[in-house]
């Protein structure tokens, strides 16, 4: 009995998983909407100067960074469920999860990601008065930091 208690638990997964799939969801459409209404406006607005268009390049790289977060709310849901619920769901080769480690991997190569999108947006937007070099020196640290984690993950599956 208590084996097949145990068993059909794993189907409480479903709470994070829908939850996580609807807020990625939810993100991709709400940045989409976003980004049309930027557009929308710069085309409304026409002015074609370095400060307009360093402000809209501004906006469209924090659209990417949201998108990624968006992504990184479905690796976590698809992993999640590949890990509890149903591990035959098709999926690409770099989105496969055995294991939670899988899992982990995954979302730390999207912070990667996201990070990298966070430096660009502060290059574009960087204003001489900030500390621009310390920023991006910090950065370079936990990326630095997350990929080591990486490649010892990567030497304990090996």
Do not use: C
């Amino acid at each position: 009995m208590l084996r097949k208690a145990l068993a059909s638990s794993r189907y409480i997964m479903l709470i994070p998983v829908i939850s996580t799939f609807a807020a990625s969801v939810a993100l991709m459409l709400f940045e989409a909407i976003a980004v049309a209404k930027a557009v929308i406006d710069a085309v409304r607005e026409g002015a074609v100067s370095s400060g307009s268009t360093k402000d809209f390049a501004v906006v469209l790289i924090e659209s990417s960074d949201v998108f990624l977060i968006a992504i990184a709310l479905y690796i976590i849901s698809a992993g999640l469920y590949a890990l509890f619920v149903d591990d035959t769901l098709p999926m690409p080769r770099w989105l496969e999860v055995h294991d939670l480690e899988d899992l982990k991997g995954n979302l730390i190569s999207v912070v990667i990601a996201v990070l990298a999108v966070l430096f660009v947006r502060e290059g574009v937007a960087w204003e001489v008065s900030r500390d621009f070099p310390a920023f991006g020196v910090a950065l370079a640290l936990v990326v630095a930091a997350l990929t080591f984690f990486l490649m010892m993950q990567g030497r304990r599956k090996s």
